[in-house]
């Protein structure tokens, strides 16, 4: 196992496009979270999976943001009509149920120009 | 609301000296703690946590940390650093109750200089 794997590393697009990153946990994992981190923050909670449902958003996650984990495997977050104060890291994590800490995967950096 | 609270948000520091990086909790009933460090480029790797019983905990690397209830503090030191301990060190805290969401501080950056 490689841990959590994450596409792409990097992601420059226009204003006004979307886009769609890919998450993929570690296998046995059942849990996955996705979390944003600005320059000089620490990284902020957007959303939760327990297999494939959906249990918890963030009020950060705006309608433009939607989250997906089909079949409890991968997940995906996209971003629809980016701008350019979603520039930032989005970092996807993964555990298993009772376990405390997660393994991050080393994240997408998104640029909008 | 909840939150947490890194004092310093740059530590420079020589090597081989000792140093103390701060982090504060807001109180709860009950509560995780956890210290995460990332290097350049790189993701976030844990480094220690505090689940329940000795307050002190220690990672493979010679941090340590201890949680402190009575002043909702988890700070981690380190008694000689190393130039490769330059990096990035979030402090987070998990609530219990919720989705084991972890609520990160801002960071400290550790700069160890020769």
């Known amino acids: 196992d490689t841990g959590v794997s994450q596409d792409p590393r990097h992601k420059i697009t226009k204003r006004g496009q979307n886009v769609t990153f890919r998450c993929d946990p570690i296998s046995e994992h059942n849990r996955l979270y996705w979390y944003r981190q600005t320059l000089g923050q620490g990284p902020e909670f957007l959303t939760y999976?327990?297999?494939?449902?959906?249990?918890?958003k963030s009020r950060l996650l705006s309608d433009r943001f939607s989250a997906e984990r089909p079949k409890g495997s991968f997940s995906t977050l996209e971003i629809q009509r980016t701008e350019q104060g979603d520039s930032a890291m989005y970092l996807c994590?993964?555990?298993?149920?009772?376990?405390?800490?997660?393994?991050f995967g080393s994240g997408t950096r998104l640029t909008v120009v | 609301a909840q939150s947490v609270t890194q004092l310093d948000s740059q530590v420079p520091v020589f090597e081989e000296a000792p140093v103390e990086l701060r982090c504060n909790y807001s109180s709860s009933v009950s509560v995780y703690l956890f210290w995460y460090v990332q290097y350049p480029n790189q993701g976030l790797q844990l480094l220690l946590k505090?689940?329940?019983?000795?307050?002190l905990v220690e990672s493979i690397n010679g941090f340590e940390a201890e949680f402190n209830k009575s002043q909702t503090s988890f700070h981690l030191r380190k008694p000689s650093v190393h130039i490769s301990d330059t990096a990035e060190y979030f402090c987070?805290?998990?609530?219990?109750?919720?989705?084991?969401?972890?609520?990160f501080g801002a960071g400290t950056r550790l700069a160890v200089h020769p």
């Open positions: 994590a993964s555990s298993l149920t009772g376990d405390m800490g997660y393994t």
């Open positions: 999976f327990q297999n494939e449902a959906q249990l918890e």
């Open positions: 505090y689940l329940s019983g000795s307050t």
């Open positions: 987070a805290v998990c609530y219990s109750g919720g989705y084991n969401k972890l609520i």
